[in-house]
């Protein structure tokens, strides 16, 4: 089977220099292949991303010499297939109504885990019919998906093995928020399986997304792809590099280097090369092996130790 990969950037801002790390190691991957590789733009809340940043992340790419096969594919453009998928989950009867605020779902009684996640308690699990129709009144419902008391595992192509029992870790999650939007959890699994991806690259933050992701690809009927969930990219004191503190993203950064040196300096930081040597992005193509890469934090360059 031909691999197919693909790089999904949510365009709520410039590119970091960690969501560049994630491109240009899914790219490797799927070019030492020989695959495919696709890029979709994650733009399912359009008033948070302005159609200008998702082209201008198309113009960064370029720029850093990596290309992609295909039309993009935007998921602002495919609530209709999203809503076909999860008419599929209502008639398994799987979906139904989430009436909690934000407030609720963070309330003190609510289980929480140890990395800080928030396993919902199943209050509007069991709303009856009357139930429903009168908190309908007061507000439109989020809709959630109910999950079994199943323990799923997969083999994570960096991570290895990583389970996760759904009911007790996960919980009943968001498919659709309360305004509409299709969520991630559901639209992520749809494109990706209508798309024929077949590796997923991304940043070891979502690692435990994969398992309800997993679930969901069984339950419309898809084959998940490989996983493979890359270590984070650090600043200098330890601190996970990101878009909200806009850091070293894209504009300043194409000021202040060439594409070789920034792909120079973000291979040597994963372990695929010994120094920070400038070089374009296809000489790192033969010689890739997911074997290089750190199975812990990575940590930025000095190279970008004085950017401001």
């Not at 297939?81 to 609720?104: D, M, N, Q, T, W």
């Not at 003190?108 to 308690?121: K, N």
């Not at 209050?123 to 999950?147: G, S």
Request: one cysteine or more; proline letters at 6%; aromatic letters at 8%.
């Amino acid at each position: 089977m031909e691999t197919t990969g693909r790089f999904a950037p949510s365009p709520s801002g410039r590119m970091h220099l960690g969501n560049v790390l994630c491109a240009l190691l899914s790219w490797l991957s799927a070019r030492q292949q020989g695959g495919r590789y696709l890029l979709r733009i994650e733009d399912l809340d359009a008033m948070r991303c302005p159609r200008a940043f998702a082209m201008q992340i198309m113009d960064d790419l370029r720029w850093l010499g990596l290309d992609w096969d295909g039309e993009v594919l935007w998921q602002s453009e495919r609530a209709a297939v999203y809503e076909h998928y999860a008419a599929i989950l209502r008639e398994k009867g799987l979906l139904y109504p989430c009436f909690c605020s934000r407030a609720a779902l963070h309330a003190a009684s609510a289980p929480h885990l140890s990395d800080g996640r928030v396993v919902y308690a199943g209050t509007c699990r069991t709303l009856t019919t009357a139930q429903i129709a009168e908190k309908r009144c007061a507000r439109p419902p989020a809709t959630r998906v109910r999950v079994p008391d199943e323990e799923i595992v997969f083999e994570d192509g960096v991570c290895g093995t990583y389970r996760e029992r759904l009911a007790a870790e996960c919980g009943d999650f968001i498919i659709r928020r309360s305004d509409g939007v299709f969520a991630y959890q559901l639209a992520v699994v749809v494109d990706d399986a209508l798309s024929g991806v077949t590796e997923v690259v991304r940043g070891s933050d979502l690692l435990a997304s994969s398992p309800r992701q997993i679930w969901l690809y069984r339950q419309l009927g898809f084959v998940p792809p490989r996983f493979i969930h890359i270590p984070l990219l650090c600043d200098h004191d330890g601190r996970r590099l990101s878009k909200r503190d806009a850091d070293l993203d894209l504009g300043l950064l194409r000021e202040c280097f060439t594409p070789e040196q920034l792909i120079g300096a973000l291979a040597c930081a994963a372990g695929l090369t010994e120094t920070a040597a400038p070089l374009p992005a296809d000489a790192l193509v033969d010689g890739f092996s997911w074997d290089s890469i750190p199975r812990r934090a990575l940590y930025l360059p000095n190279v970008f130790r004085h950017v401001k």
